[in-house]
């Protein structure tokens, strides 16, 4: 039976985001040699990370880079700027390449010269062949598909593709903020990022990292509701696929360091809400916590 309740002696429940960490260009492709390579049954072995510079990118928005088979030759994931500054089209021979919805799904194609176009493709969540990258752990799963080059798969017994980050994508403004994000919901980069757009408590710049859409006043990070479950607290939050959370802690509201709760990263539940419980003995002051995915 639960017993609901708003307010806790000596708990406190607030939203708390973290600030941006500037990614590079670089290959994101983890270097170890168990974790940069897919594999084709047709081609062999195919180097995700051949060098630093020229290894695949998985981004927010895009993928870019190369991904390398010394019989296939050069796969190009897309060139990092697709013409409407979001995400590939996917239309013409000069603006293709894969787009990351930001979930963790993967589509569109990839292109080899010797090999033709290589699809990368999904029809839903649940389908365990569709191409897609673990948000908590960097790891990618599923298959992509060629008819040069086959069933490409992007784990196998051997090694397990991984990427260290996710890149966040090119930025014309001292934020550090996405263009492809200020593009998507305001349709310029010429954007304000210290401004409350639609009013709702909370400036651009923290609509960005929570996730949510800087243009409806409805869509924010709140936390819901706190109720005891027996011997546990459970916490409901508003949340979104494309981030992840923790529940943070500390015992003294004058100690300047928040820790974590236990629970670590939390993947967001896959309805509008979270819920994640903690023993009720756990004593302290909590935060709810917005965290960009493998930042």
């Keep these: 039976m639960k017993t609901r309740t708003r307010i806790f002696t000596g708990i406190i429940f ?20 168990s974790n940069k390579w897919a594999w ?3 081609v062999g072995w195919i180097n995700c990370r051949s060098d630093l510079t020229n290894g695949v990118v998985i981004g927010q928005y895009v993928c870019s880079g190369f991904m390398y088979s010394p019989t296939a030759g050069w796969i190009c994931l897309g060139n990092g700027s697709p013409s409407n500054g979001i995400q590939y089209a996917t239309n013409s021979a000069t603006d293709y390449g894969v787009n990351h919805d930001g979930q963790g799904h993967l589509s569109g194609y990839a292109w080899c010269p010797s090999a033709g176009w290589i699809s990368f493709s999904w029809t839903n969540a649940t389908d365990p062949q569709a191409p897609k990258i673990d948000l908590q752990t960097g790891y990618l799963v599923g298959y992509a598909w060629g008819s040069g080059v086959g069933w ?42 210290s401004i409350d ?18 243009t409806n006043q409805n869509d924010c990070l709140d936390i819901r509701d706190v109720t005891l479950s027996g011997t546990n607290i ?32 939390i ?8 819920v994640r419980s903690i023993p009720s003995g756990t004593q302290g002051y909590f935060r709810v916590k917005a965290v960009i995915p493998l930042q």
């Design 14 to 33: 607030s939203i708390f985001m973290a600030s941006l960490v500037l990614a590079t260009t670089n290959s994101t492709i983890n270097s170890s040699s």
């Design 40 to 42: 084709s049954s047709s």
């Design 152 to 193: 490409i798969s992007l784990s196998n017994l051997s090694t397990r593709l991984k990427t260290d980050t996710i890149f966040q994508g090119d930025s014309s403004n001292t934020n550090g903020i996405p263009d492809a994000w200020a593009l998507t919901y305001f349709g310029t980069t010429n954007v304000d990022f």
């Design 197 to 214: 757009s639609d009013t709702d408590g909370v400036i651009n710049a923290y609509e960005y990292i929570a996730g949510t859409n800087p």
């Design 234 to 265: 459970e916490f409901i939050w508003s949340s979104t696929q494309i981030r992840n959370y923790k529940i943070e802690m500390k015992t003294n509201l004058m100690d300047a360091v928040w820790t974590d709760s236990g629970m670590g990263t």
């Design 267 to 274: 993947l967001a539940d896959s309805s509008s809400n979270t």
